[in-house]
């Protein structure tokens, strides 16, 4: 090495030693970082998104078709057995209801009891011949209408809105819009939630209720129940206000919650069916006929929601 190269080397080498043994200096402070909000579900709005009333009885709503077990070449019941399979519109986040058992992977609950129910009337055994597709509150009616399921059975409020558009069975649960909120609330009733955020589903009778009260809450709209479980967790809204056997889900999953106040509303659940498919509509009220007084009915509600709810019977059908 010559020397003017050693020279060059040894100045490197010294600058290098200071930077590697002197101090690095104060760090630059980050950006101030005020109040971190939770993270919200997907779509969730305002009242813009209801549901039509809750109570509507110019219609003569709760009125189905006579019941009718037979099965005739071409029709709709013959078609679906040709299929091999019964497409049902369902939940998979209503704890009690509709929902997807975490060990299992099979969907469980009241409604998927019902949807059951119908397929091994028609196929003998529901096992391999009921196929689920799982949709939010606020797709019921347009798979039905697009006629992407055979039927829909997902604690579904018969009204004479809906009746414009799709059919029901028969009335095969009554429930009542009650109140879900932290078990340190002083809230009893919906007055005293004026001026307070309360969600609700989107294009369900229960954001309709919450929207419309006189007191005014304030409506907050999410695409499943679920959501608005979490909501009330991390504090974003002060209530959830639906039907009382899917707060007793809630309140069943949750034990820092509690479910409050008289039943405001009727609910009255009928399995949804396309509007051009009467044929089927009078099948499944065969079917729920059965149901009701087989045992098939009081087996299912004691399992799934008299603990949480009491006992029960199922009501009582009203046909044209």
């Known amino acids: 090495m010559s020397g003017t190269k050693a020279r060059i080397f040894g100045v490197m080498a010294a600058v290098l030693l200071a930077t590697a043994c002197g101090s690095a200096g104060k760090p630059m402070d980050p950006a101030p970082v005020g109040q971190v909000e939770a993270p919200q579900p997907g779509g969730v709005g305002g009242a813009d998104q209801q549901g039509g009333p809750a109570t509507q009885n110019n219609c003569n709503a709760l009125a189905s078709l006579a019941p009718n077990p037979a099965i005739t070449a071409g029709s709709t019941m013959a078609k679906i057995k040709s299929a091999g399979k019964l497409t049902v519109g369902v939940d998979q986040t209503s704890f009690l209801t509709g929902f997807r058992n975490p060990i299992t992977g099979n969907l469980e609950g009241f409604d998927i009891d019902m949807a059951k129910q119908v397929a091994a009337a028609l196929f003998g055994s ?41 059919s029901f069975s028969s009335v095969y649960y009554l429930a009542g819009q009650r109140i879900l909120v932290d078990k340190a609330s002083k809230v009893t009733k919906l007055a005293d939630l004026a001026g307070k955020r309360v969600c609700a589903a989107r294009t369900s009778t229960s954001l309709t209720k919450i929207a419309s009260d006189p007191s005014k809450p304030v409506p907050v709209s999410v695409e499943n129940w679920s959501d608005c479980l979490v909501m009330l967790q991390q504090r974003q809204v002060d209530a959830v206000s639906t039907d009382d056997v899917i707060l007793a889900g809630m309140a069943a999953q949750d034990p820092t919650v509690k479910v409050v106040a008289t039943r405001f509303t009727d609910e009255n659940y009928g399995i949804g069916i396309p509007k051009d498919h009467p044929d089927m509509v009078s099948y499944v009220n065969s079917v729920l006929d059965e149901v009701r007084n087989g045992g098939a009915w009081k087996s299912s509600y004691d399992h799934w929601l008299q603990p949480s709810l009491g006992d029960n019977s199922p009501p009582t059908p009203v046909y044209k």
């Open 126 to 166: 529901s096992e391999g011949h009921i196929q689920f597709k799982a949709i939010s509150s606020s797709q019921r009616v347009d798979v039905l209408k697009n006629h992407q399921v055979d039927m829909v059975v997902r604690t579904f409020s018969i009204t004479c809105d809906r009746l414009k558009d799709i």
